[in-house]
T-cell receptor, first 112, second 111 residues
Framework: NAGVTQTPKFQVLKTGQSMTLQCAQDMNHNSMYWYRQDPGMGLRLIYYSASEGTTDKGEVPNGYNVSRLNKREFSLRLESAAPSQTSVYFC???????????FGPGTRLTVL | AQSVTQLGSHVSVSEGALVLLRCNYSSSVPPYLFWYVQYPNQGLQLLLKYTSAATLVKGINGFEAEFKKSETSFHLTKPSAHMSDAAEYFCAVSDRSKSTFGDGTTLTVKP
């Protein structure tokens, strides 16, 4: 089992560029999540998907879009990157919303 | 609405000393509570979870936490710190659909 995988591991963008972060899990989990982690601010939820076909906004959704492609995959898109989106992005999954979450290794994104 | 407050962004202890990391929560429903650990350049890993069974929860690596409803607390303890415990620790509360994380506490272990 690979668990939760994320691609890419590192990315540098220029302001205004777009990109998609990919996430996949092989644990047959229903719920999937995207977080950003900034120094001193813990993890902030961007979007989550409680089940295939549903997505909901989290605490900091502005500037992002998501797609729950199927039960395994949950992608995060930045349409027009801004320096304020420089962060480490984590994808996570859980069997259900109340269960422990399993995290991917993260994507370090820098927007110049 | 739910929230988590971790008291102390940095905690330093000597090897062999007691580790105490504090977490207070608020939740409009009976909470599910978690402690996660993050080592440098890695994702978070579950240490332990409380799901309304026993109030004293034992986790991995000798850590445990006690749920105290009257104090809305879920503090993490370990009797004797080891150098390998140096990491960042996050408390989280779940409302059944998603979790809210605290800002984290960085634990330093001095030799």
């Amino acid at each position: 089992n690979a668990g939760v995988t994320q691609t890419p591991k590192f990315q540098v963008l220029k302001t205004g560029q777009s990109m998609t972060l990919q996430c996949a899990q092989d644990m047959n989990h229903n719920s999937m999540y995207w977080y950003r982690q900034d120094p001193g601010m813990g993890l902030r939820l961007i979007y989550y998907s409680a089940s295939e076909g549903t997505t909901d906004k989290g605490e900091v959704p502005n500037g992002y879009n998501v797609s729950r492609l199927n039960k395994r995959e949950f992608s995060l898109r930045l349409e027009s990157a801004a320096p304020s989106q420089t962060s480490v992005y984590f994808c996570a999954s859980s069997a259900y919303g109340e269960d422990e979450q399993f995290f991917g290794p993260g994507t370090r994104l820098t927007v110049l | 609405a739910q929230s988590v407050t971790q008291l102390g962004s940095h905690v330093s202890v000597s090897e062999g000393a007691l580790v105490l990391l504090r977490c207070n929560y608020s939740s409009s429903v009976p909470p599910y509570l978690f402690w996660y650990v993050q080592y440098p350049n890695q994702g978070l890993q579950l240490l332990l979870k409380y799901t309304s069974a026993a109030t004293l929860v034992k986790g991995i690596n000798g850590f445990e936490a006690e749920f105290k409803k009257s104090e809305t607390s879920f503090h993490l303890t370990k009797p004797s710190a080891h150098m390998s415990d140096a990491a960042e620790y996050f408390c989280a509360v779940s409302d059944r659909s998603k979790s809210t994380f605290g800002d984290g506490t960085t634990l330093t272990v001095k030799p």
